[in-house]
């Protein structure tokens, strides 16, 4: 499917990255786009692709070249109006994203995230002690979907009624990123009526007095950023904070459970624990792709490319690019995989990482000490989505330690 | 090409050889030299790639941005004046020779 162009030595690739099968099973057709060279055309859309991890760090971390106001989806905010008011973090450059970003970093910074310690580790013994008794069961939806949507709303200050709504508004805006296919527009049916709720939930007057919601109001107390900005950002946290730690979570219990070995290892050296979520992310990135859009013409690799051009990073391809890592499709929880670009990288990136991990270790170290083995009964389900990768359903039995 | 030193609490010192336009946090990374955990990859995110510039090459460092600042106030070892994130310590020629210090501990 690859070919080189007759007019240039730009790689031609025809596949559609959005089709359904690919984002079910998206490894081979990266490994064709690695393969093909470090910059690719994708016909399809008429953009450019990188799957290489050298390419795709570089990318990210040259905002100047390579902006995110004219949104990080495939659609360009310059020629098309955005389907909700853009982020005031992720679909903006500095100077403006300087200012939201460094108040998003006061908030989730490593101090505030050491805090939450305690209230995660009871809700997780909760969560898996429950879970335990029954022996069988699934660990998306029993585990990595019951735990971040208990404690992640909660340390944001939300309350505890209609939480679905956080994973159907999470679902609809990274559909959001991708194409019109299928996908783009079930979300966009469900919109209004999602988007009405969380607007709602980002108000003041709804969250909590102590929460991550409410300590980013107090910017806007002081000065810093509007009323109205604040509101955007409670909403940035419920968009970026929720789907994607489930889906994280998930990827790792996954790839637990399909490499019996590793929760050996992982068994017998518990300090492990915060290294299996780092190289889950790169192993099975939650977040797939984000775009840029280049402000000038910029020459990659050889490749001419022009101003205003959409540029597609395979975060996914990047974090298993063989140049980079050693046998990179191995799940290998010892391997140190800290670098990765599944957080992003450079100014954009994810600025609730820490919050992210804390979950994820807090809820694996409640399992290791509570269950000897921890094994696939059927198949997962894959759960499919234009930007994020996860499993809808990952049937498994655990025998307790 | 720069070198730099890294040397850590029990006095040991580890000097390697660095492209210009690589960071300190990086360089560390990739000669494996431990003592930095780096667990964000660079994006200023987890204050654990900690050092303490030597007191000889402070004057030679870029200065601190607001973000690290912040970042810097959450390390779990002592804030000191030559504190810095060695992620946001991109290397230059002019930075040939650089010693750093590392914390008791990054977490």
Redesign the interface.
Known sequence: MVEAKTDSKVPVVDKDPFDLGILADPFDFHEELREAGPVVWLEQYRLWGLGRYENVHATLNDWETFCSSAGVGISNFRKEKPWREPSILLEKDPPEHTRARSIMTKVLSPVAVRKLRSDFETAAEKIVDEVIQRGEFDAATDLAEAFPTKVFPDAVGLTAHEREYLLRYGNIAFNAFGPRNSLFEASMAEAPEVSEWIIDKCRREALSEHGFGAQIFAHADQGEITEHEAGMLVRSLLTAGLDTTVNGIGCALRSLAANPEQWQILRNNPSLVRNVFDETLRYDSPVQTFFRTTTREVEVEGVKLGEGEKVLMFLSAANRDPRRWENPHDFDIQRKATGHVAFGSGIHGCVGQMVARLEAEVLLSALLKRVKTLELTSEPTVKLNNTTRGWAHIPVSVTAA | MPSITYVHPNGERQTVEVKSGTSVMQAA?AEGISGI???????????TCHVYVDPEFVEHVPDVQ??ED??L??AASERRESSRLSCQLVVSDEMDGLVVHLPETQV
């Open positions: 990374m955990v780096a667990e964000c990859g660079g994006s200023a995110m987890c204050a607001e973000i912040e970042m106030e959450c």
